[in-house]
Nanobody, 125 residues
Framework: QVQLVESGGGSVQAGGSLRLSCAAS????????MGWFRQAPGKERENVARIDGDSLINYADSVKGRFTISKDNAKNTLYLQMDSLKPEDTAMYYC???????????????????WGQGTQVTVSS
């Protein structure tokens, strides 16, 4: 059974950093498509970053240069390093994965994949 458990959220002042973790079980992350999403109250869900099984990475324009997504295959864990945080980064952050990814569109694959319960990130000005 696939499970994704996020951790690392919290409250931080603008300009600070946080690292989110997504511990995966029930499958191997190395060849899967995985990503981080966020959703703030009253706003649409946004794909912040994603990495596919070929290690191709994509970022939302809003986080380019500030966020870094990575996988640790040995720990079967996905990370999101968030630096230079802004109040507009405040949201619930979710980890998503498609364990059956076969090379097709990763972004689309995540919509039909597995999701974690989320971790809250709050950035104060």
């Amino acid at each position: 059974q696939v499970q994704l458990v996020e951790s690392g959220g919290g409250s931080v002042q603008a300009g600070g950093s946080l690292r989110l973790s997504c511990a995966a079980s029930g499958y191997t992350v190395s060849r899967s498509c995985m990503g981080w999403f966020r959703q703030a109250p009253g706003k649409e869900r946004e794909n912040v970053a994603r990495i596919d099984g070929d290690s191709l990475i994509n970022y939302a324009d809003s986080v380019k240069g500030r966020f870094t997504i990575s996988k640790d295959n040995a720990k079967n864990t996905l990370y999101l390093q968030m630096d230079s945080l802004k109040p507009e980064d405040t949201a619930m952050y979710y980890c998503a994965a498609n364990a059956q990814w076969t090379g097709a569109n990763c972004r689309r694959a995540l919509d039909s994949g597995y999701w974690g319960q989320g971790t809250q990130v709050t950035v104060s000005s």
